[in-house]
T-cell receptor, first 112, second 112 residues
């Protein structure tokens, strides 16, 4: 079952600009994570935010979580061409036993 | 770094063949997962395992089975491959320390 839905489906920006991707989900969650996938490869874990947190930072990444709106956003600041990838949000909920439910992803293209 | 290794990057099999996709992790993780990824559908959970010889169905188990005889190895089996099983297959293990998945590089399977 699909829990997260990313928005937009695709985003194209210039190097140096900021990129914002959004994720909405339907049911209550314990945690929300963001993953990155380079073309044709496996996903890489980027950042985790717990349901009792509102904002988290890691390097050029900033994640926010609004549980009242059931939404999260991932901001990548000062983007680079190497940030070109697909980005997925994933959620787990009480009793899910480490099973993550993924959204369909946002394809980010950073043009040099 | 945790490594999750999938034995093949690309695989071409014929309809009706029995296909084995192998996944090995080197960090003694208990929980392992198989997902398939298709354009427009995102990642969907096929099977997962909490421990040796334990397995549970995910969202789309039909046409698949799994084997976990040793903790480090989790195999996905396509009993009789069909063209609608052409997909990217991703194996993951649960990293308790980072509270997230470590993924393998994926196996792109084509059934002809």
């Amino acid at each position: 079952s699909q829990q997260g839905e990313e928005d937009p489906q695709a985003l194209s920006i210039q190097e140096g600009e900021n990129a914002t991707m959004n994720c909405s989900y339907k049911t209550s969650i314990n945690n929300l994570q963001w993953y990155r996938q380079n073309s044709g490869r496996g996903l890489v874990h980027l950042i985790l935010i717990r349901s009792n947190e509102r904002e988290k930072h890691s390097g050029r990444l900033r994640v926010t979580l609004d549980t009242s709106k059931k939404s999260s956003s991932l901001l990548i600041t000062a983007s680079r061409a190497a940030d070109t990838a697909s980005y997925f949000c994933a959620t787990d909920s009480r009793g899910s036993n480490y099973k993550l439910t993924f959204g369909k992803g946002t394809l980010l293209t950073v043009n040099p | 770094d945790v490594k999750v290794t999938q034995s093949s990057r690309y695989l071409v099999k014929r309809t009706g063949e029995k296909v084995f996709l192998e996944c090995v992790q080197d960090m003694d993780h208990e929980n392992m997962f198989w997902y398939r990824q298709d354009p427009g559908l995102g990642l969907r959970l096929i099977y997962f395992s909490y421990d040796v010889k334990m397995k549970e169905k995910g969202d789309i188990p039909e046409g698949y089975s799994v084997s976990r005889e040793k903790k480090e190895r989790f195999s996905l089996i396509l009993e009789s491959a069909s063209t609608n099983q052409t997909s990217m297959y991703l194996c993951a293990s649960w990293d308790t320390e980072n509270y997230g998945y470590t993924f393998g590089s994926g196996t792109r399977l084509t059934v002809v």
